[in-house]
């Protein structure tokens, strides 16, 4: 992603595809995914707000769903093997 990308607000993904193996990446792009949102992009464009980590781990740590619930997450793992292929990667 380049730093102009960040910068526009109104950012649309290029291409996408399915992760192949689990990385600390793929992890934190499932909380989103989990909470309706592609990716931290665009959490950030439509929430605008700070985004809660473990600061251990890096992981997101709480995500606020679109109808303003809120999911929180362990600091352990939580995309298992199986669910991998599900995550979408996506490319600006």
């Not at 607000?9 to 990385?23: D, E, G, V």
Request: hydrophobic residues 25%.
């Amino acid at each position: 992603m380049s730093c102009s990308v960040l910068l526009d607000n109104n950012a649309k993904p290029k291409s996408m595809s399915r992760a192949k193996q689990w990385t600390g990446e793929i992890e934190n792009l499932y909380r989103f995914q989990q909470a309706g949102y592609r990716d931290e992009l665009e959490y950030r464009q439509i929430k605008q707000v700070q985004i809660d980590r473990w600061p251990d781990t890096g992981f997101v740590k709480k995500l606020q769903r679109r109808d303003n619930t809120f999911y929180y997450y362990n600091r352990k793992r939580e995309c298992e093997d199986r669910e991998v292929h599900k995550v979408k990667v996506y490319a600006y």
